[in-house]
């Protein structure tokens, strides 16, 4: 039977809940690395649009790294059990994948740019093998999702996959060398750490990406015991990534801010690129909050059973035949629970939505009352975000209607 809403209001599933935090943490790596982005550009004194095309052209380089190196080291158990998820896994990264290679290739003439100006600082080697590796990088992984893998449980194809992962890490590296030795020429300190700055934003935002919109969204199609044990084993170790990339970031981020703002605190406060730079700095902060608070609200994986396997024994819910969102209101909406619950053929459900307090109480009476049963009864959301959810079932015959 088809589900009948009644009102479609914005479900607030709560301030901290399974999908959210690793999408809230996914944005502020984006934030983050526009800013940073903005930063190195303007000292080349490059114009917004090539800022901003640079940015996509970075953010579709450190999608498809992350998401091969995911791919690469992380897809390592087989079994017969695990075919469908890593098949699930391999075809949704492709479609992801093609399109970040598109951004790719479609924001690669403002390199020209930087055609220019390594002609102005005799640069040009850098820039040619900075081009070079791209180019490799971009046939690697070309060669990697044109190939179909084998039918039997055998996860990825191994030598495709390293060789693609090989390649993007390597024109990540050449082009923050490029970079480093445009702003800071003959620095090979600068070099090592726009290096390592970059390769770590890289895997983990190509990670994050994957983790979002690859591991999670295929492990719910197929999901069963060995299912959830492998995500949960490649869930932990990108957050071993996490555990590098995020001190990594925050060190080599302030090193790379001293040329800007020395050792004056002041700086970050009243110069425009200290601004910046403590923007990003705080966002990363941010980023470490999250890290640390994510497994405490088991919140890192909307895959059901990895924080407790407990959820998988769990009974089957069956959809209601009709909602009711009374979330917002001063009272539980008794006039309107009524009124649908009548609409209700016998044995139908009714879904109620309630932010009033007092309904946790006082709903269930009243349905007792009525002469209605309560099915489910629990509490969703966080703080200035909860909300009650109550499951009520409507007699199956008309002599136990209320009234009879």
Not at 279 to 290: N, P
Not at 301 to 309: A, H
């Amino acid at each position: 039977m088809a589900v009948e809403t009644v009102r479609s209001a914005p479900a607030a599933q709560g301030l901290v809940n399974k999908y959210m935090l690793p999408k809230v943490a996914l944005t502020l790596i984006g934030i983050a690395s526009l800013a940073g982005v903005y930063l190195t550009m303007r000292t080349h004194g490059a114009a917004p649009l090539e800022v901003f095309l640079r940015w996509l052209h970075l953010i579709s380089l450190a999608t498809l790294t992350g998401g091969v190196m995911w791919w690469a080291f992380f897809l390592r158990e087989s079994g017969a059990a695990l075919t469908l998820f890593y098949r699930a896994q391999e075809a949704r990264f492709r479609t992801i994948a093609c399109g970040a290679l598109v951004g790719l290739i479609l924001t690669a003439p403002h390199l020209t740019a930087f055609g220019r100006w390594t002609l102005r600082w005799s640069e040009t080697p850098a820039f040619v093998v900075s081009l070079a590796a791209l180019g490799m990088g971009i046939l690697l992984t070309l060669i990697l999702l044109a190939r179909r893998r084998r039918t039997d449980d055998v996860p990825v194809q191994r030598t495709a996959v390293f060789l693609a992962f090989g390649g993007l890490a390597g024109a990540v590296l050449a082009t923050a060398v490029l970079d480093a030795r445009l702003t800071f020429p003959g620095s090979s300190l600068a070099q090592a750490l726009r290096g390592v700055h970059l390769l770590a934003f890289s895997l983990w935002f190509g990670g994050a990406v994957w983790n979002v919109f690859v591991a999670g969204p295929a492990a719910k199609e197929h999901l069963s015991l060995q299912v959830v044990g492998a995500a949960a084993g490649q869930l932990e170790r990108f957050r071993w990534v996490v555990r590098f990339a995020l001190p990594a970031l925050l060190v080599t981020g302030l090193l790379q801010s001293l040329p800007y703002t020395g050792l004056n605190p002041e700086a970050l406060l009243y110069t425009p690129f200290g601004r910046l730079i403590a923007l990003k700095l705080g966002l990363v902060v941010a980023l470490v909050g999250i890290f640390i608070t994510c497994p405490l609200w088991r919140a890192c994986s909307p895959i059901k059973g990895i924080c407790d396997l407990e959820e998988l024994n769990a009974p089957v819910k069956s959809e209601p035949s009709r909602r009711l969102d009374n979330r917002g209101k001063g009272c539980a909406g008794f006039v309107h629970i009524q009124r649908e619950l009548e609409h209700l053929s016998p044995s139908g459900t009714l879904e109620v939505l309630s932010s009033d307090a007092i309904s946790w109480w006082e709903l269930p009476a009243w349905l007792e009352q009525h002469r209605y049963t309560l099915l489910e009864k629990e509490r969703k959301g966080r703080f200035l975000w909860r909300y009650f959810r109550f499951v009520i079932q409507k007699p199956s015959s008309p002599s136990q209607s209320p009234g009879r």
